[in-house]
C-alpha cells in the first residue's frame, strides 16, 4: 500500500485526522499573519474578525482572501510574517506593472519545499537510483530548484542542466542515462521530436518517467509525449506564491492531482460571487498556506479552474485530489511556462511613443512549442518612413518586451487603424493553441 509514497502518514492519513491538523495549523498561522502582518492584521479587522474567530478548518471562509495585486501592492517583501534576517531564499516572477510578485523562504520552507517536492517525484516513481535531469528554468523561477531539492531529498542523482541548448540535453541524457525528466510539457514533446530527429536510437536513452508541469497541458497532450519519448507523463502542479512545484501531483493511476493539504488547503469558489461552492464543483481554486513561515498566504486566489474529489485514490492516498486544470478565470496567458498578461504588453507600447496602444497577441503552438506575435499599430508619420527605420523600430519593440516579460516574441507593424476597434472589452487576445 505504500508504494510510491514518500510520507504515509500524512499522505494516507484518514480524513477526519487530517481535518485535525489542518484546523490546528490554520489557528497557528492564522495568528502568524495576525501579529506579524500589518496587512493581514487591518484586513481582518475591518472584517470585524481576528484569529478568536477561528476555531477549525470550517472557519476558513471568514477569512479574507489574497490576490496577486495583494502582493504587487506590498512589493517586494511588505507580507513576509518574519524579519529579514530568517529569509535565506527570494524567488520572484514577472508582473504587470515591470515589479515582479516576490515570495521568501525560511530555512524551514526549504525544508518543507523538499518534502512536498520529495512526496511529488516518489509518486511518479522516482528512488534513489534514478538520474533526474532537471530541464526546468534556474533562477529566479522557482521550478528548477524546487525539482532539485525533492530530488536531492530522495537522493536521487540530479543533473542540474536547466533549460534549452536541447542537443546538450539529449546527449547528456544518453550519456548518464537519465531516467527521470522534469520540464514544461511543451519542451518535453521538443524534446521527443528532437530525439527523432538526432539520429540516435531511442532504445540508447534509459528514459521511463517525465514530471511535467508550469503550465496548462491536455490529455492528448500526455498521450503524444508519451508514445513519442516511450514514457509515463506525470502533471505536477504549483505556483510560486503557494511554494513553487509541489503544491499538487499526479500518481501513478493519473487520476488527478494529489493536494499536499496538510501544508496548503484547497477550496473552490465562485470567482464572481466568492461563495465556497459544495464539493465537487467547478470553481476558482484557493489555497490557505498553513506550515510556511517566510510567506504564509492566506485564501490566495489561483485564478484556476479546477474540481475537487475527497475520495480515496486507488494509490492508497486519502490527499484531496484536484481535476487537471480546465482554464483561468482571468486573462492571464501562460506562455512557455512564463505567466503574461496582455497589460504588460500594453505598458510597454505606452512608454514608446513611436507606437499606439492598438495591439493584438497572437498565440499559437509550432512544433509544440507555444509562439507569440504581437502585431501593433504604429504612429501614421513612422509609416511613412523607410523601411530600414521601421525595421529597427520592429526590432526595438521587440526587445523592450523581451527585456519586460522574458518572453521572446516576433513582431508585426501594421499600419494605423487596422486593428479591430472594439466598443466593449477589447480583444486584445487570439490563443490559437487548442487546449482540448
Ligand atoms: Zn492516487
Redesign the pocket.
Known sequence: MTKNIWNPHFETMPREEMRTVQSERLRDVVERVYYNVPYYRERMQSLGMGPENISSVDDIHKLPFTTKQDLRDNYPFGLFAVPMSEIIRVHASSGTTGKPTVVGYTRHDIGLWSEVMARTLTSAGAGKSDFIQIAYGYGLFTGGLGVHYGGEKIGASVIPISGGNTKRQLQLMKDFGSTVLACTPSYASYLAEAIEESGFDRDEFKLRVGVFGAEPWTENMRREIEKRLKIKAIDIYGLSEIIGPGVSFE?E?QCGL?INEDHFIPEIIDPDTLEVLPEGELGELVFTTVTKEGLPIIRYRTRDLTRLNFET???G?TLVRMNKCTGRSDDMLIIRGVNLFPSQIESVLLEMDETTPHYLLVVDRVNNLDTLQLQVEVEDRFYQDKISELQALRMKIQHQIESATGLSVTVKLVEPKTIERSEGKAKRVIDNRKMI
Open positions: 500518481c493511476h494529489h485514490c486507488a494509490c492516498r
